[in-house]
């Protein structure tokens, strides 16, 4: 199903809800949401499990999947408003923001070591 979609809030807003053809690129960037908020959750528990610290920047990277995180959860309460009074498109995102809502609550539980260690100086 998700041959040939993009990722993008703009295409899917200018989607009506009411086509097949729109309903399936909802599924899809909702169930999109989802997976990419388990993706920013997976690189903030791999930095609080002490992997990846040696490559790259891990302040940016948990910095940034936090945000990320955010962005999602905010994007989805977006598309719940936008699409109000449309119950199928509710029906699709409700259950997406309630799964990044879940993971935003385990980084909060599980990975607030990382945040104090990149906070904390020597």
């Given at each position: 199903?998700?041959?040939?979609?993009t990722?993008?809030?703009?295409h899917?807003?200018?989607?009506?809800?009411?086509?097949?053809?729109?309903?399936?690129?909802?599924?899809w960037?909702?169930?999109?949401?989802?997976?990419?908020?388990?993706?920013?959750?997976?690189?903030?528990a791999?930095l609080?499990n002490l992997?990846?610290?040696q490559?790259?920047?891990?302040?940016?990277?948990?910095?940034?999947?936090?945000?990320?995180?955010?962005?999602?959860h905010?994007?989805a309460?977006?598309?719940?408003?936008?699409?109000?009074?449309?119950?199928?498109?509710?029906?699709l995102?409700?259950?997406?923001?309630?799964?990044?809502?879940?993971?935003?609550?385990?980084?909060?539980?599980?990975?607030?070591?990382?945040?104090?260690?990149?906070?904390?100086p020597?």
């Amino acid at each position: 199903m998700a041959q040939g979609y993009t990722f993008s809030l703009e295409h899917l807003l200018c989607c009506s809800g009411n086509t097949t053809a729109d309903l399936l690129y909802m599924e899809w960037f909702a169930d999109e949401m989802v997976k990419q908020a388990l993706a920013a959750r997976q690189q903030l528990a791999s930095l609080g499990n002490l992997v990846g610290w040696q490559s790259g920047d891990p302040v940016a990277r948990a910095q940034s999947a936090r945000a990320y995180l955010v962005a999602l959860h905010d994007t989805a309460d977006y598309v719940l408003e936008f699409y109000r009074n449309q119950s199928e498109v509710v029906a699709l995102f409700q259950p997406a923001k309630d799964d990044i809502a879940g993971h935003i609550d385990w980084v909060k539980f599980h990975c607030n070591k990382v945040f104090e260690w990149i906070a904390t100086p020597l």
